[in-house]
C-alpha cells in the first residue's frame, strides 16, 4: 500500500531554535500534502494544505510565518517550525493523497514527530 | 456546527466480541467521502475504511464494515471479532467535494478491548 515517511519522529529542542520536518510519499506521487496537529488527547487538526510547486494554504488562526511549509517536488513536503517556543510543543503529523481524480483515495499518514520545545 | 461528531469517548468491548462505534455527519453536499482512521498510541494513523456518499452498498474491509445510512447522515463503524490489538483511538473523518480533499475529523473514540 501506499507510504508516507515522515522525519524525524521525535525532536527535543532548546527555545528559539528552529525545526524542519519533512514528509515524503514513497511509492506515490502527490501534487497535495497536508500538515496536521494533534494536542493530547484531542482530534486531529489540519494546520494547512501543501501544494507542489505553489504556495501553501494554511487554515484560519496558523501563523504562516511561524510554520513555513515548502513543498519542492512531488514526494516531498517540508514544515519548519520557525523560532519553536514550548506553546509550539505538539504531535504534527503530515498526510498525503495519490494524484489522481479517483475520490475515494484515502490520505496516507506519516508516523508523525514528536515536537518538544524546553 | 459540527461536521462530524463522535459521541462516544470511550468504549469497552470483550475480545471475540463485535463492537460498533458511532459517527455522525454534517454536509450539504451531495458527492462526498466518509473515512475511518485507527490511532494507536504510537502515533501514526491508519486508514481502515472508506465509504463514498453515492455507493449503494455498505463498505467492507475484513473485520470492518461500515454502517451507513445516508437519510440518517451516519456512518458507523462495525468491528467484528475484536481483537487486543484494536484497542485504539478510533477517528471518522469527511472529505467534502470542493474542498481540495481537506478532512474533517471527529473528536474520536477510543477503543479498550478486554479478556
Known amino acids: 500500500g501506499a507510504v508516507v515517511s515522515q522525519h524525524p519522529s521525535r525532536v527535543i529542542c532548546k527555545s528559539g531554535t528552529s525545526v524542519k520536518i519533512e514528509c515524503r510519499s514513497l511509492?506515490?506521487?502527490?501534487?497535495?500534502m497536508f500538515w496536521y496537529r494533534q494536542f493530547p488527547k484531542q482530534s486531529l487538526m489540519l494546520m494547512a494544505t501543501?501544494?507542489?510547486?505553489?504556495?501553501?494554504?494554511?487554515e484560519q488562526g496558523v501563523e504562516k510565518d511561524k510554520f513555513l511549509i515548502n513543498h519542492a517536488s512531488l514526494t516531498l513536503s517540508t514544515l519548519t517550525v520557525t523560532s519553536a517556543h514550548p506553546e509550539d510543543s505538539s504531535f504534527y503529523i503530515c498526510?498525503?493523497?495519490?494524484?489522481?481524480?479517483?475520490?475515494?483515495?484515502?490520505?496516507?499518514f506519516g508516523d508523525g514527530t514528536r515536537l518538544s520545545i524546553l | 456546527a459540527q461536521k462530524i461528531t463522535q459521541t462516544q469517548p470511550g468504549m469497552f468491548v470483550q475480545e471475540k466480541e463485535a463492537v460498533t462505534l458511532d459517527c455522525t455527519y454534517d454536509t450539504s453536499d451531495q458527492s462526498y467521502g466518509l473515512f475511518w482512521y485507527k490511532q494507536p498510541s504510537s502515533g501514526e494513523m491508519i486508514f481502515l475504511i472508506y465509504?463514498?456518499?453515492?455507493?449503494?452498498q455498505n463498505a467492507t474491509e475484513g473485520r470492518y464494515s461500515l454502517n451507513f445510512q445516508k437519510a440518517r447522515k451516519s456512518a458507523n463503524l462495525v468491528i467484528s471479532a475484536s481483537q487486543l490489538g484494536d484497542s485504539a483511538m478510533y477517528f471518522c473523518?469527511?472529505?467534502?467535494?470542493?474542498?481540495?480533499?481537506?478532512?474533517?475529523f471527529g473528536t474520536g473514540t477510543r477503543l479498550q478491548v478486554t479478556l
Open positions: 465509504q463514498g456518499s453515492y455507493d449503494e
Open positions: 511509492d506515490f506521487q502527490a501534487t497535495t
Open positions: 473523518a469527511m472529505r467534502e467535494a470542493g474542498t481540495a480533499s481537506k478532512l474533517t
Open positions: 501543501s501544494n507542489e510547486g505553489s504556495k501553501a494554504t494554511y
Open positions: 498526510s498525503a493523497r495519490a494524484s489522481d481524480r479517483y475520490s475515494n483515495q484515502p490520505q496516507h
